[in-house]
């Protein structure tokens, strides 16, 4: 690849930089980047950020231009993820529709839905939930319980889903059940898009140990979908779980650029932070172990330059997406570790006690659940190995 810019890739450069400054929050450049804390106030201020990112063009960049996108090419989206990590950008609130549920529907999902959902997706108007993990089904998704069954025309939801990212905000949930019980292992599986704000359907906010709350429980009694709701057919939702998790996993990687940004403030503090009256950075383990996570987290993103390349070339995701997921999954959780160990003592302070910014501590507790969501680091080693490396399946399995 060549990593140099064209004049017209910097245009597009300086075209975002231009709307980014005169179309993020009131002070957001500034360095008054406090998110609403009540969850309504919450909501509607990144349901208003990602209205803004559509009227600007700038909500999914890499969609095609007939479903609201810009057909954007591999070096636009890098620049896109560069100049949204350089300002710090507010969260995406419908980041599993943008990069998950709408590109699958592209795929694999019928007319109706695609008229239906799509631009609704781009606006934020609806926001989205992925319903896959539950208490006994986390890694092994053949293995859910929830089940939907037809009557009188509709299909009757029971079940229990966990770990669902924003479901406590979401309109829709692109909701994975069993319709029939087979013997085939991934067969008797059915995708439904799951309309939230009815009868039957309760979400439970789980406040993780960062003390966040972007993950849910879902207890389902009754809910109720239709045949227009199914994505692909009826028993066959298996391909349709596939085709979204390779989104997911792509999605996830490009987090690569976040973790060039984490990386640089472990270094910002390793220079302020003194201990004894000596600064962190002139400790030789300090500086090996910053060389170490530099050095691999720039392999990284190369990594990650390739793969999309092969997926813009391919048109959609292939295996190759795990890899770039583990890396960044990983390095991420190391990177936090290594924060913490150079504090030594003072790497367990919180709030006003820390020595440099009490959100390191809260990335280090979230960095452990980057490891589970989307596909935990075993099954990405196994996908790996089976579908990259052309290895034996796994005996076991």
Excluded at 108 to 117: L, N
Excluded at 168 to 184: I, N, V, W, Y
């Amino acid at each position: 690849m060549n990593f140099t810019f064209t004049k017209k890739e910097e245009k597009f450069r300086g075209e975002l930089r231009a709307w980014l400054e005169t179309s993020l929050p009131t002070g957001w450049l500034e360095g008054d980047r406090q998110l609403p804390k009540d969850p309504q106030h919450y909501s509607q201020f990144l349901r208003d950020w990602q209205r803004a990112l559509y009227e600007g063009g700038w909500a999914a960049i890499a969609w095609p231009k007939e479903y609201g996108g810009r057909d954007a090419t591999l070096m636009e989206e890098i620049i896109y993820h560069q100049e949204m990590v350089r300002v710090q950008s507010p969260p995406l609130i419908n980041y599993i529709g943008i990069h998950m549920v709408a590109p699958t529907l592209m795929q694999m999902g019928t007319d109706s839905q695609k008229d239906e959902f799509i631009e609704k997706i781009l606006t934020g108007e609806q926001v989205w939930s992925q319903g896959y993990s539950e208490p006994s089904a986390g890694s092994d998704l053949s293995a859910i319980q929830t089940m939907a069954v037809k009557k009188d025309g509709k299909w009757v939801i029971n079940g229990q889903k966990v770990w669902t990212s924003f479901a406590h905000l979401a309109d829709r949930c692109f909701l994975l059940t069993k319709t029939e019980k087979s013997e085939g292992k991934h067969d008797g599986i059915t995708v439904f898009l799951l309309d939230m704000h009815q009868p039957g359907v309760e979400t439970v906010p789980i406040v993780q140990m960062d003390g966040h709350q972007e993950f849910n429980e879902v207890y389902l009694t009754d809910a109720l979908a239709t045949d227009a709701d199914v994505v692909g057919e009826v028993g066959k939702g298996w391909k349709v779980l596939i085709a979204l998790m390779l989104h997911e996993r792509s999605g996830i990687a490009a987090q690569v650029f976040t973790l060039e940004q984490q990386f640089d403030r472990v270094v910002d503090m390793a220079k302020s932070v003194q201990v004894c009256g000596v600064s962190l950075m002139e400790d030789p383990f300090v500086e090996d172990g910053l060389a170490d996570l530099y050095t691999r987290i720039n392999g990284a993103k190369l990594n990650y330059y390739r793969n999309i390349t092969h997926t813009l070339k391919n048109g959609k995701p292939g295996p190759e997406s795990s890899l770039d997921k583990l890396l960044v999954s990983e390095l991420t959780k190391e990177l936090f570790d290594f924060a913490m160990t150079i504090q030594g003592h003072a790497g367990i302070l919180m709030a006003e006690d820390a020595l440099f910014d009490s959100d390191m501590q809260g990335q280090y507790l979230a960095s452990f659940g980057a490891t589970i969501g989307g596909g935990t680091s075993e099954v990405q080693r196994n996908t790996i190995g089976e579908r990259i490396l052309g290895l034996p399946k796994d005996l076991g399995r």
